[in-house]
């Protein structure tokens, strides 16, 4: 038999994780926001995008060195709903979260 091995393994492949999460709480929130990520494996992007899409501010970008990310609302920030989005190079995860002034 010549070839290559169809049950071989590749190297510089990361493994996918078996579970990814994103979740917001409390929520709707009106001045703190406690946001659970986990199963994400490389640096990740953690976003606040408007109804439209357009990103409001960028929470955290980098490794994670927890699975909690604390996010305060500015003073300027207008009631209504968002996304926070998470992504890293292999995964996104988006969650609608509801800001009560």
């Given amino acids: 038999?010549?070839?290559?091995?169809?049950?071989?393994?590749?190297?510089?492949?990361?493994?996918?994780?078996?579970?990814?999460?994103?979740?917001?709480?409390?929520?709707?929130?009106?001045?703190?926001?406690?946001?659970?990520?986990?199963?994400?494996?490389?640096?990740?992007?953690?976003?606040?995008?408007?109804v439209l899409g357009q990103e409001v501010e960028v929470i955290h970008n980098g490794v994670l060195s927890g699975k909690r990310i604390h996010y305060a609302a500015s003073a300027t920030m207008s009631s209504g709903v968002y996304f926070v989005k998470a992504e890293d190079a292999l995964n996104v995860r988006m969650k609608k979260v509801v800001f009560l002034k």
């Fill in 1 to 50: 038999k010549t070839g290559p091995d169809p049950l071989g393994v590749i190297d510089g492949f990361a493994p996918m994780p078996t579970s990814i999460s994103l979740s917001a709480f409390p929520n709707p929130f009106n001045s703190e926001l406690t946001l659970d990520v986990s199963g994400f494996t490389h640096e990740v992007r953690v976003s606040l995008l408007n």
